[in-house]
């Protein structure tokens, strides 16, 4: 499926389903890519189902490295308040035949796997160390 393809879809899906913009599909699909990669380097394995607790962690941190400390801000803006948001566009994605799953997987294996504020705003606090006072 050429790219060209790919977008037609996600402009298909969004016009079904407009709570999220076309960026965070196509973030979630570069998310996923990240994450099998961060996975096989991991687990040294030669390929490795990702789930829904996987690919949400991994979606975060992929998030982080590219955006830092406005990731939560370009998520929200694009519909994305929680992982059971990413489940969603997971899941219209392979709806849509863009990803696939299997058996085992469920839309609930995104639900609440991390806070949201915490995991995008924590990693950006300054440390404790540094709020000692110097005598």
Known sequence: MTEQQQRDIIRKIVEKD?????????FVREGLDYTVH???DLNK????HVRGW???????DYAIREFGPVSLRVLRYWGIQSSDDLGEIVYNMIEAELLGKTDEDEKQDFHGVF?????FRDPFLPSNSHDQSVE
Do not use: C
């Open 54 to 60: 996987e690919l949400s962690k991994g979606i975060r």
């Open 45 to 48: 394995e030669e390929s490795h």
């Open 18 to 26: 407009p709570r999220y913009r076309e960026e965070a599909y196509t």
């Open 115 to 119: 806070d949201f504020d915490e995991a």
């Open 38 to 40: 961060e996975l096989k």
